[in-house]
């Protein structure tokens, strides 16, 4: 996997993985990241990577690829608003 992404994964805990529009695998901080969601680069149909997926059977069943909307992420960077840093 990590040779798919071209990032080492264990170095890339506090990093937000996610699809741009044309679905190239992008990486950046979760400030910027926050950034890209309240200025509408980021929307609700956006692709994340959620890597707090804990078993191969979630992993098998699509949780690990998932649209912002259905992750952790829709509540920690919330979409067009304000939040804190």
């Known amino acids: 996997m990590e040779e798919t992404l071209r990032t080492e994964l264990r170095r890339t805990a506090s990093l937000v993985l996610y699809r741009d529009a044309e679905g190239a695998v992008r990486s950046t901080d979760r400030a910027e990241f926050r950034r890209l969601a ?39 960077f919330p979409l067009g608003a304000a939040s804190p840093a």
């Open 38 to 76: 309240q200025g509408g680069a980021v929307g609700e149909d956006t692709v994340v990577f959620d890597n707090t997926v804990a078993t191969v059977g979630d992993l098998r069943a699509g949780k690990w690829e998932r649209p912002f909307r259905d992750a952790w992420h829709a509540k920690a």
